[in-house]
Protein backbone atom coordinates (compact mmCIF):
# COMPACT_ATOMS: atom_id res chain seq x y z
CA UNK A 1 0.00 0.00 0.00
CA UNK A 2 1.06 3.69 -0.87
CA UNK A 3 -0.99 6.36 0.96
CA UNK A 4 -0.42 10.05 -0.98
CA UNK A 5 -0.78 13.17 0.29
CA UNK A 6 -0.76 16.43 -1.73
CA UNK A 7 -0.41 19.79 -0.32
CA UNK A 8 0.83 23.33 -1.91
CA UNK A 9 -2.37 24.44 -4.20
CA UNK A 10 -4.06 28.20 -3.97
CA UNK A 11 -4.77 30.86 -5.63
CA UNK A 12 -2.76 32.13 -7.43
CA UNK A 13 -3.17 35.28 -10.45
CA UNK A 14 -2.11 34.56 -14.07
CA UNK A 15 1.46 34.58 -14.75
CA UNK A 16 2.63 33.42 -11.21
CA UNK A 17 3.67 30.15 -9.93
CA UNK A 18 3.20 27.11 -7.61
CA UNK A 19 4.88 24.54 -6.42
CA UNK A 20 3.02 21.35 -5.62
CA UNK A 21 4.37 18.47 -3.40
CA UNK A 22 3.14 15.26 -2.59
CA UNK A 23 4.16 12.70 0.30
CA UNK A 24 4.36 9.24 -0.13
CA UNK A 25 4.43 6.84 2.32
CA UNK A 26 5.20 3.15 2.74
CA UNK A 27 6.76 0.62 1.57
CA UNK A 28 9.14 1.03 -1.34
CA UNK A 29 7.28 4.18 -2.00
CA UNK A 30 10.44 5.01 -3.57
CA UNK A 31 10.49 2.66 -6.35
CA UNK A 32 7.04 3.95 -7.78
CA UNK A 33 6.58 5.82 -10.76
CA UNK A 34 4.41 8.88 -9.91
CA UNK A 35 2.09 11.45 -11.94
CA UNK A 36 0.29 14.70 -11.36
CA UNK A 37 -3.20 14.40 -12.81
CA UNK A 38 -6.00 17.45 -12.89
CA UNK A 39 -9.70 17.52 -13.16
CA UNK A 40 -11.32 20.49 -13.93
CA UNK A 41 -15.53 20.78 -12.97
CA UNK A 42 -17.04 19.30 -15.88
CA UNK A 43 -14.09 17.72 -17.39
CA UNK A 44 -12.13 14.69 -17.14
CA UNK A 45 -9.32 13.92 -15.03
CA UNK A 46 -6.06 14.56 -17.56
CA UNK A 47 -2.52 13.70 -17.79
CA UNK A 48 -0.59 16.56 -16.40
CA UNK A 49 3.74 15.12 -15.87
CA UNK A 50 4.73 11.84 -14.66
CA UNK A 51 8.20 11.07 -13.57
CA UNK A 52 9.88 7.50 -13.55
CA UNK A 53 11.92 5.70 -10.78
CA UNK A 54 15.20 6.78 -12.23
CA UNK A 55 14.06 10.42 -13.11
CA UNK A 56 12.56 10.02 -16.80
CA UNK A 57 10.12 12.49 -17.12
CA UNK A 58 6.90 13.24 -19.13
CA UNK A 59 4.77 16.28 -19.44
CA UNK A 60 1.09 17.08 -21.10
CA UNK A 61 1.73 19.22 -24.41
CA UNK A 62 -0.07 22.45 -22.62
CA UNK A 63 2.20 22.13 -19.48
CA UNK A 64 5.96 21.86 -21.56
CA UNK A 65 8.16 24.68 -20.80
CA UNK A 66 6.03 25.46 -17.58
CA UNK A 67 6.15 22.79 -15.68
CA UNK A 68 8.71 20.89 -13.74
CA UNK A 69 8.21 17.29 -12.52
CA UNK A 70 10.71 15.85 -9.96
CA UNK A 71 11.38 14.02 -7.31
CA UNK A 72 13.13 13.74 -4.23
CA UNK A 73 13.85 9.68 -3.10
CA UNK A 74 15.29 9.89 0.44
CA UNK A 75 11.77 11.59 1.18
CA UNK A 76 9.48 10.16 -0.83
CA UNK A 77 8.51 13.35 -2.11
CA UNK A 78 7.52 14.49 -5.34
CA UNK A 79 6.73 18.06 -6.35
CA UNK A 80 5.23 19.87 -9.65
CA UNK A 81 6.54 23.04 -9.87
CA UNK A 82 4.12 25.32 -12.14
CA UNK A 83 4.89 28.73 -13.34
CA UNK A 84 3.46 30.86 -15.87
CA UNK A 85 0.32 30.04 -14.96
CA UNK A 86 -3.01 30.33 -16.96
CA UNK A 87 -6.40 30.42 -15.87
CA UNK A 88 -7.12 27.20 -18.02
CA UNK A 89 -4.66 25.32 -14.99
CA UNK A 90 -7.44 26.03 -12.77
CA UNK A 91 -8.33 22.41 -11.16
CA UNK A 92 -7.90 19.88 -8.32
CA UNK A 93 -4.55 18.20 -8.96
CA UNK A 94 -3.82 14.60 -7.70
CA UNK A 95 -0.81 12.89 -7.24
CA UNK A 96 -0.62 9.02 -8.06
CA UNK A 97 1.66 6.22 -8.24
CA UNK A 98 2.25 2.96 -9.95
CA UNK A 99 4.41 0.38 -10.74
CA UNK A 100 4.87 1.58 -14.46
CA UNK A 101 4.98 5.02 -15.69
CA UNK A 102 1.90 6.31 -17.63
CA UNK A 103 0.28 8.96 -18.95
CA UNK A 104 -3.52 8.07 -18.33
CA UNK A 105 -5.14 7.76 -15.28
CA UNK A 106 -5.07 4.34 -14.37
CA UNK A 107 -2.39 4.53 -11.50
CA UNK A 108 -3.14 1.96 -8.54
CA UNK A 109 -3.04 4.88 -5.68
CA UNK A 110 -4.37 8.39 -5.50
CA UNK A 111 -3.68 11.38 -3.32
CA UNK A 112 -6.67 13.33 -1.99
CA UNK A 113 -5.93 16.52 -4.55
CA UNK A 114 -5.23 19.82 -4.16
CA UNK A 115 -6.87 22.03 -5.90
CA UNK A 116 -5.72 25.24 -7.91
CA UNK A 117 -6.83 28.35 -8.69
CA UNK A 118 -5.47 30.96 -11.46
CA UNK A 119 -7.51 34.28 -11.90
CA UNK A 120 -7.15 36.46 -15.02
Known amino acids: QVQLVESGGGLVQAGGSLRLSCAASGRTASSYAMGWFRQAPGKEREFVAA???????YYADSVKGRFTISRDNAKSTVFLQMNSLKPEDTAVYYC??????????????WGQGTQVTVSS
Open 96 to 109: AADKLIGVTPSYDY
Open 51 to 57: IGRYGST
